[in-house]
């Protein structure tokens, strides 16, 4: 299994970035998929989440209504649109697969920073 996070980078507040997750080394459409974060000296804070199809998505109340979760099962690939961006929402963004049946995680990309500031 292998998950490769991309689109990070720096941004002023108020900007937007898309971050996407390259999947592999397994079925991704049969996989709900998730987004988590962590900020500098803070513990992981999850995101965002996507069903296997892509028509059920969650979101974490702080990003509701300016970030956008997808997927492309034929490109095996997971987004990430985040508008509007928050200073407080610098961080390490990781794509995770979640095990079966639980809203566990059982493999994580290596990350992409996302760092918002003037």
């Known amino acids: 299994v292998q998950l490769v996070e991309s689109g990070g980078g720096m941004v002023q507040p108020g900007g937007s970035l898309r971050l996407s997750c390259a999947a592999s080394?397994?079925?991704?459409?049969?996989?709900?998929m998730s987004w988590v974060r962590q900020a500098p000296g803070k513990g992981p804070e999850w995101v965002s989440a996507i069903n296997t199809g892509g028509g059920s998505t969650y979101y974490a109340d702080s990003v509701k209504g300016r970030f956008t979760i997808s997927r492309d099962n034929a490109k095996n690939t997971l987004y990430l649109q985040m508008n509007s961006l928050k200073p407080e929402e610098t961080a390490l963004y990781y794509c995770?697969?979640?095990?079966?049946?639980?809203?566990?995680?059982?493999?994580w990309g290596q990350g992409t920073q996302v760092t918002v500031s003037t």
């Open positions: 995770a697969k979640q095990t079966p049946g639980t809203t566990m995680y059982d493999y």
């Open positions: 080394g397994f079925t991704f459409s049969n996989y709900d």
